[in-house]
């Protein structure tokens, strides 16, 4: 009987047992994984539903990003790079160190209606790591991804990527815009409530008088992305250089002699340059300079007038026959003060002088005498008493006065020094983003970057009848993306050759056009 009741108890513990592990197995089969549990959220909701505000759904996602990531980078970013309305997942992977192959990368992965799956990556360029990774919207438009990486021993470098047909574009040309931060102290944010991102970069002022790394002055420049290749400047914080230690009389004197007493300003602000600040100094001199611009057209007819009161019918050059002239001595106080020269047109004689000294110079065209500011004169007599800024400024326009790079429609330069010059704007362009002159300094690029690539009136760089671009002259262009390879110039002449070969070499107003947008 006892053992009928054995068999029976082993019987009863074997039951559980199955029904036990049944249970279990059971309960195994209905657990979802991380993907499956994904994917069921996606799949239940609408197509506009808010996923970014779905807890659960941003639980899952976190935890698929922590899979995903690897080399120690917890770097990743949640959010619509697309139109379908369901989140991108971005992720930063670091480069493993003991890798030299290993470049570090940024990976999307889209949801492809069973799992997120990578879709397109790119190299990180051996960036340290990741400190700032966002998807937002970048434009009103438009979403993307910005990235702030470490690079070096404390620099930081900003990314910007839209995803277009399932790839990565990245949005930034760093040869148009500084994209490096001397610290890691950059950020990405919405500083405005306009619910686009801004990006700031965070740099040496340009100002500072101490140009080491730790002692300089710093600035943090805010961008908006400008829907192309570079970004708009929002927002500039740095140190208020207006409130640096300055003889305040000074100034006030400087000014009312510029409104007042004009012809004796300029001796008064060089005589006390040493006791204003830089930023007054240079308020100052920009509105000296703004006062010869408003009166240069009416001593231009004056001075046009007198030369034509002295010459001898239609003998233009007269004077210089008779003196033993040229524009270079005519533009020399030291030379025009000596006794002999010009003393029968003392008049003539004392107009130069006296506007030579307030910052002329004397030019001609086509028979006609003008006056042009002198600007060489105030870089040599202001320079290292002015910013920085308008120091450059004012070499930059002291280059076209000391040697027009046109005149009469012609080109009086060669090729190679206006390339300089191109590169000399681009530099200036990239190093005051914030300037206030740069409306002035676009135009002369412009006129640069027009002469350039299309000569001038008398003798343009294609043949007048049939508009095809001489040989010559694309070899010149080849030439400079060589030796400038590294500027945004060489981008501009390869995407202009690009043009011109699918146009048969013709330059028509497609061409022009497609330049026009490349240099906007």
Not at 409 to 417: F, N, P, T, W, Y
């Amino acid at each position: 009987m006892w053992k009928k009741s054995i068999k029976f108890i082993i019987y009863i513990l074997c039951l559980t047992i199955l029904t036990t592990a049944c249970a279990n197995e059971k309960s195994v089969s209905i657990t979802l994984t991380l993907e499956e549990s994904i994917k069921e959220i996606i799949v239940s909701k609408g197509a506009n539903y808010d996923f970014l505000g779905d807890s659960a759904y941003i639980e899952h996602m976190n935890k698929l990003g922590e899979t995903l990531v690897y080399n120690n980078s917890l770097s990743y970013a949640i959010g619509n790079l697309d139109e379908d309305n369901i989140p991108e997942l971005a992720i930063f992977q670091e480069r493993d160190p003991n890798n030299v192959e290993d470049k570090g990368s940024l990976e999307i992965y889209k949801f492809t209606g069973e799992k997120y799956t990578l879709i397109d990556k790119t190299s990180m360029n051996y960036d340290n790591n990741n400190y700032q990774i966002v998807i937002g919207k970048i434009s009103e438009n438009q979403n993307g991804l910005l990235l702030n990486n470490s690079v070096g021993a404390h620099s930081g470098l900003t990314y910007g990527f839209i995803l277009e047909d399932g790839k990565l574009k990245n949005i930034f040309n760093d040869k148009k815009i500084s994209l490096i931060s001397i610290y890691a102290s950059n950020e990405i944010k919405d500083i405005d409530n306009d619910g686009i991102l801004e990006f700031s970069i965070y740099t040496a002022d340009p100002e500072t008088t101490d140009s080491s790394a730790d002692g300089s002055d710093k600035m943090t420049l805010w961008y908006k992305w400008n829907g192309k290749d570079g970004g708009d400047l929002v927002k500039l914080e740095r140190k208020n250089y207006s409130s640096e230690e300055s003889n305040k009389e000074i100034f006030n004197e400087a000014k009312a002699l510029i409104e007042n007493n004009f012809s004796e300003s300029l001796k008064y602000m060089d005589e006390h340059k040493s006791q204003l600040s830089k930023f007054h100094n240079t308020e100052l001199l920009m509105k000296y300079i703004e006062h010869l611009e408003e009166m240069s057209y009416d001593e231009g007819i004056e001075i046009e007038n007198l030369f034509l009161k002295y010459q001898k019918g239609e003998n233009f050059d007269y004077l210089f026959k008779k003196y033993g002239l040229s524009m270079e001595k005519l533009n020399s106080v030291e030379y025009l003060s000596r006794q002999k020269v010009l003393k029968d047109v003392e008049e003539l004689k004392e107009h130069l002088v006296e506007h030579l000294n307030l910052g002329y110079k004397l030019d001609t065209s086509e028979g006609i005498y003008y006056y042009l500011i002198d600007n060489q004169k105030f870089v040599n007599t202001f320079g290292e008493n002015i910013t920085n800024e308008y120091n450059d400024y004012l070499k930059i326009l002291a280059l076209n006065t000391n040697e027009p790079f046109s005149n009469d429609g012609a080109l009086m330069i060669s090729m190679d020094k206006l390339v300089e010059r191109i590169l000399l704007v681009e530099s200036f362009k990239m190093v005051y983003p914030y300037s206030t002159l740069l409306p002035k300094v676009n135009e002369i690029y412009d006129w640069y970057i027009r002469s350039y690539f299309f000569g001038d009136n008398h003798d343009p760089n294609f043949d007048i009848n049939t508009f095809v671009m001489k040989e010559k002259f694309i070899k010149e262009f080849e030439k400079s993306i060589e030796k400038y390879e590294y500027t945004n110039f060489a981008d501009i002449i390869q995407g202009f050759l690009k043009d011109l070969k699918a146009n048969n070499n013709v330059v028509n107003d497609e061409v022009r056009n497609s330049l026009n947008n490349r240099l906007r």
